[in-house]
């Protein structure tokens, strides 16, 4: 599925990925490819992104990688948009 990450400054990553867990403001979830599409809210916590992806060099410094390999992005509030194994997530 492909995803992209957007802040109020860039596009921080866009690309294919395995999957998206998001912190929810109901907690937290996942999606993966084929999901049904969903809005939602989010709040304080980490976006983590599994699958063999990219950083541009500009935005590695906004992300970490924890000990299961998954790559890390901490947000304090957001929205996230999943349709058609597309995920657009709003991050502040």
């Known amino acids: 599925m ?5 802040s109020p400054e860039a596009t921080l990553f866009s ?9 929810g403001i109901n ?21 983590k992104v599994e ?14 990688t924890d000990a299961t390999g998954k790559t890390i992005l901490a947000i304090t509030s957001g929205t996230i948009e999943m349709k058609d194994n597309k995920v657009i997530v709003l991050a502040d």
Do not use: C, R, W
């Not at 492909?2 to 957007?6: A, D, M, R, S």
């Not at 999901?35 to 709040?43: C, E, Y």
């Not at 699958?51 to 970490?64: L, P």
């Open 2 to 6: 492909y995803l992209e990450i957007v």
């Open 15 to 23: 690309g294919e990925v395995t999957s998206v867990t998001v912190p």
């Open 27 to 47: 907690g937290e979830f996942q999606m993966l490819q084929g999901h049904a599409p969903v809005v939602s809210l989010l709040q304080k916590g980490d976006v």
């Open 51 to 64: 699958g063999n992806i990219s950083i541009d060099e500009a935005y590695e410094n906004e992300f970490t």
